[in-house]
């Protein structure tokens, strides 16, 4: 509070009363005399009067505003307020029964019913004693609310140590709302022997702490500090506590670093019965120029295997200034992950890395660019994990890989490129599990080189467009070892001749009432590549595109450039789709496609089929977005010679509304699978018959704070297999809404192998406005179920008049 002279306080006091008293004079109805009347047009315009945030020059210069039933004053000495006394100015505001005012020490003295009001807080007590200009001084006996964090308690003993920071004796904490009644005990409360409040920094430090749940003492520690608000703190995060097949009874404490505004760590501590102690360790950094982070989990002893165990994963993606404007910038990626043995993804299947994989890469690349000239640099080298009963055959290493490219895109001309590329390829299959019968294969090494140039011109209209395309693919190869043929290097020239076309027609409908517009767009596309025997040449990294709406329309059936593939086939196809004439949002699509090929294919990979002429599969798709509630997507293909169902799969999701969302889906593979899927978040209040749709829509008006207290939801996923007739993974779980409170439980179970599967129990509380949950039991449905929301997502921010005073 700003320094203000006696004198002309009481000047501004009987200002007041006067001004007041003049008001009260004048019946609603009545136009003081001389006054202007007011103009018909009125015009709204801003002010600044009623500003979220108050500057500190507003302040200090803003006007001090004094009320009581009875004032007395000695001039220059002091002032003494009684009878529903108050004294308030921006940012401040002290109610009570008597206040007095020392003008030499700047001290304000308040009894009886003291109320103290300020943005952040609400504290009330029988007696304050405030040095106003440096915000020292006590508060007796007080009770306190905390807007940010919508906690509240009492203490024996408030001492403000500046307009930040206070110190709370002998208090309590809570965020559970008191309900009515003499017996009520909030579901949690924290007791402490001293806090520490920083509202700055938005942190409670808390010292001889005991966090009491339903009654029941849970943690006693002698110091603990967590966060106000949802900001990043570091502290303590709530501990997770599991059963495991594979680790036994499992307790993870993690601990969270808040290291400055773009780092931060996270350091896990678990507890297994069945293998030890170990450490999962996050770091993060987030910069101009680049981002990261790196992750490590290290068991110094594992009890089940006899053996020290590790985990390392770290990416890394940033770019480099060479300070020359004619350079350019550099880019640089590392992607690292490594493992101690074979048996981490088997044992460790949850741990949240790629590291649960069975194919770990490693890759460091370097990449440059400058106007349409492009160039990279890159070693990727693999780690394989082998299981006796599933062998995996090691990918190739690239060591190094070594690309160019450049091109010119007009926007009503030719579009051309070149692709120059020079590989390094080497693989191991020593430590590949044989049978006693079995003959270790061999890799064949060597070097690719490839150059890629295209052309096209494309003529695009509103009515449709035509685009005719030819490439030129030239590879060269040279080995380590001699071919079957005796020939220790190979080359292949080939080019590929693509023509792509269609139409858009367009006219505007009614659907059910509904102004739709309706498009009908028919699509032909040729290829034609000559046949070149590859039978030969080794796979490094080329496999087989999935068959789909997409990839129908491509010039060659393989990704990579180790095959491609003889064409002469023309693709038909058309797509319909339909989209709201108000807000242009797709509601329906459908299409289908079909090849026809002229000739027989006769380049394929090895194990695979090849495709006859004639007739290809028929393809067909179709997804509905009437409205946000409803999404439907349907994909079908169907064997042209049979008549069959090939392959299918069928989507669906239903979300009426915040916290309830069923998803389902259906694939199946002829000959090799056949799925069902499903996922959901459900209130269960909804299948209980008690859901109060007022109590609902009050609650879902503020984003992710769930829909009211005393809640039980359902949440999980089914994965079954119809070809085995079994469940291959499952997540089930409750989630339960205390208002200031969430319980969590949920079993977890997840095929690791044909025979084998792990499966886990979890445990969670986490206490509002206490800590947030860094990482949850449920991150599998937040990562498996679209749409899925957590009951606490955020923490709202209140407005300053909100509790205005």
Not at 21 to 47: E, F, I, M, N
Not at 652 to 668: E, G, H, Q, T
């Amino acid at each position: 509070m700003a320094h203000v002279p006696l004198r002309s306080v009481v000047w501004a006091v009987l200002f007041v009363v006067q001004g007041l008293a003049q008001a009260q004079a004048q019946t609603p109805t009545q136009t003081p005399r001389g006054a202007a009347t007011a103009p018909s047009d009125l015009v709204l315009r801003s002010s600044p009067l009623l500003e979220e945030a108050i500057s500190q020059r507003q302040e200090k210069e803003g006007a001090t505003h004094l009320q009581g039933l009875r004032l007395r004053v000695r001039p220059d000495l002091d002032m003494v307020i009684e009878g529903e006394a108050s004294i308030r100015k921006p940012g401040l505001s002290i109610q009570a029964g008597q206040l007095s005012f020392d003008q030499s020490q700047d001290v304000v003295e308040a009894t009886g019913q003291v109320r103290l009001s300020r943005p952040g807080s609400l504290l009330t007590g029988p007696k304050l004693t405030l040095q106003v200009d440096s915000f020292q001084g006590t508060l007796t006996q007080p009770t306190f609310e905390l807007y940010k964090s919508g906690a509240y308690g009492q203490a024996a003993q408030i001492e403000f140590v500046d307009e930040q920071r206070a110190i709370v004796r002998e208090a309590s904490y809570t965020t559970c709302r008191r309900t009515p009644g003499p017996e009520w005990l909030p579901a949690w409360v924290l007791k402490a022997t001293r806090l520490n409040l920083d509202e700055e920094e938005s942190t409670v430090q808390a010292e001889g702490v005991q966090l009491r749940f339903q009654d029941f003492p849970v943690l006693a520690i002698p110091a603990v500090t967590f966060p106000m608000t949802s900001e990043r703190k570091s502290g303590l995060l709530p501990p997770v506590m599991g059963i495991t097949t594979t680790n036994g009874v499992e307790l993870a404490q993690p601990y969270y670093f808040d290291i400055s505004s773009n780092r931060d760590a996270t350091v896990t501590t678990h507890l297994m019965s069945k293998r030890g102690v170990a450490v999962d360790t996050e770091f993060r950094y987030l910069e101009n120029d680049y981002r990261g982070q790196a992750r490590l989990n290290l068991m110094p002893q594992d009890r089940l295997r006899d053996q020290a165990r590790w985990g390392w994963s770290s990416q890394h993606n940033g770019s480099l200034d060479t300070g020359l404007d004619s350079v350019g910038r550099i880019g640089l990626g590392l992607n690292l992950n490594r493992v101690s043995d074979d048996n981490y993804w088997r044992d460790f299947p949850r741990s949240g890395l790629v590291l649960t994989q069975r194919l770990l890469p490693s890759t460091g690349a370097l990449s440059w660019g400058r106007g349409n000239l492009t160039m990279s640099a890159q070693v990727q080298r693999w780690q394989t994990l082998q299981d006796f009963n599933a062998p995996i055959t090691p990918p190739y290493d690239r060591a190094p890989q070594i690309g160019l490219r450049y091109g010119q895109w007009q926007a009503d001309g030719l579009d051309w490129s070149v692709q120059a590329d020079t590989t390094r390829f080497e693989a191991s299959y020593d430590r590949i599990p044989l049978a006693s019968n079995a003959v270790r294969p061999v890799p064949r090494n060597g070097e690719r080189s490839f150059v890629l140039a295209q052309v096209s011109r494309p003529w695009i209209r509103p009515w449709g467009f035509v685009t005719p395309k030819l490439q030129l693919h030239a590879t060269r190869y040279q080995f380590d070892q001699a071919l079957d043929s005796g020939v220790r290097a190979a080359d292949r020239v080939l080019p590929t001749l693509s023509l792509d076309s269609g139409l858009v027609y367009e006219r505007e409908t009614q659907w059910f009432g509904r102004g739709v517009t309706q498009t009908l767009e028919p699509r032909a596309f040729y290829a034609r590549t000559p046949f070149r025997d590859q039978s030969l040449l080794p796979v490094y990294d080329t496999g087989a595109t999935d068959f789909n709406l997409s990839t129908i329309y491509s010039e060659n059936a393989y990704v990579g450039h180790d095959r491609l593939v003889d064409n002469d086939a023309l693709t038909l196809g058309v797509t319909s789709r339909f989209f709201d004439a108000d807000n242009g949002a797709e509601m329906l699509r459908v299409g289908m496609a079909q090849r026809i090929r002229f000739s027989d294919q006769q380049v394929v990979l090895p194990g695979q089929s090849a495709a006859a002429a004639g007739l290809s599969d028929l393809l067909l798709g179709a997804g509905v977005r009437w409205d946000d509630r409803w999404a439907l997507d349907a994909t079908v293909q169907v064997n042209s010679q049979t008549d069959r169902v090939s392959r299918s799969t069928l989507q669906a999701r239903y979300s009426p509304s915040p916290y309830r969302v069923l998803n389902a889906a259906y694939r199946l593979n002829q000959g090799v699978s056949e799925q069902i899927d499903m996922g959901w978040q459900w209130p269960l209040s909804d299948l209980l018959g008690r859901r109060d749709a007022a109590a609902e829509s009050a609650w879902s008006r503020t984003p992710g704070q769930g829909l009211g207290p005393d809640r039980w939801y359902s949440v999980g996923r089914l994965n079954f297999s119809l070809t085995e007739g079994r469940m291959v993974d499952s997540l089930l779980g409750l989630e339960y809404d205390g208002g200031c409170w969430i319980g969590r439980i949920a079993f977890e179970r997840i095929q690791s192998t044909v025979s084998t599967a792990s499966s886990r129990l979890l445990f969670q509380l986490e206490f509002i406005g206490l800590a947030r949950v860094g990482a949850s039991p449920l991150n599998a449905l937040r990562n498996n179920i679209p749409r899925y929301q957590n009951l606490r997502d955020s923490t709202v921010e209140t407005s300053r008049f909100q509790h205005y005073e």
